[in-house]
């Protein structure tokens, strides 16, 4: 299995372009989210989904869209791209069973918006 | 709406030594998750608590979980360099789980 792969690794964006970041997991999990981490700063929620066709605002969702066609993909749709987007962003996937809870996570995706 | 708060932000401490990592949380929680970070590196999940009294070890580290008083601990034993990192804690409520803003460990030879 490749777990949670995400891409870029890195991008640079000017301010109004717009971008997907791509997040794929191959364990078959139901639950994915998306995060930001801004320097020196833990992570802050920006969307999740419980499932495909399922997705559900978090703590910082303004500036971003998301869809989950299928359990597999999880795609972060940014349209008017700020330089407060500059961060990195991690997708992590889970598989809530009732039994198995823990979280996995991508490797990241580092964007700067200029 | 939980909110996940840890204490200290940032220890340095000697080899050899014990300390403990803080997290509360401000109303009930699913489940109880405590995450390493190296710098310029991806997260890596140590321990998931599921219950009141869970207590989970993985070599120096260990964690445990008070629900009643809304608390985790990640409890460090006998510090050693290679467990230098950021530590971060994060509740689960409503299919949503939020992050604390993380302990940065520095562990001095």
């Known amino acids: 299995n490749a777990g949670v792969t995400q891409t870029p690794k890195f991008r640079i964006l000017k301010i109004g372009q717009s971008m997907t970041l791509q997040c794929t997991q191959d364990?078959?999990?139901?639950?994915m989210y998306w995060y930001r981490q801004d320097p020196g700063m833990g992570l802050k929620l920006i969307y999740y989904?419980?499932?495909?066709?399922?997705?559900d605002k978090g703590e910082v969702p303004n500036g971003y869209n998301v869809s989950r066609s299928t359990t597999e993909d999880f795609p972060l749709r940014l349209e008017l791209a700020a330089p407060s987007q500059t961060s990195v962003y991690f997708c992590a996937s889970t598989l809530d069973t009732g039994d198995t809870y823990e979280q996995y996570f991508g490797p990241g995706t580092r964007l700067t918006v200029t | 709406e939980l909110k996940v708060e840890q204490n200290p932000l940032f220890l340095s401490m000697q080899e050899g030594k014990n300390y403990t990592i803080y997290c509360n949380y401000s109303t009930t929680s699913d489940r109880l998750y405590w995450y390493r970070q190296d710098p310029g590196k991806s997260l890596e999940s140590l321990f998931v608590?599921?219950?009141?009294?869970a207590v989970k070890q993985e070599g120096r580290l260990m964690a445990s979980l008070d629900t009643k008083a809304r608390l985790s601990t990640l409890h460090i034993t006998a510090a050693v360099h290679d467990l230098s990192a950021t530590y971060f804690c994060a509740g689960n409520r409503d299919d949503k789980i939020i992050f604390g803003k993380g302990t940065r460990l520095h562990i001095l030879p």
């Open positions: 989904s419980v499932g495909a066709g399922i997705t």
């Open positions: 364990m078959n999990h139901n639950y």
């Open positions: 608590l599921l219950s009141n009294g």
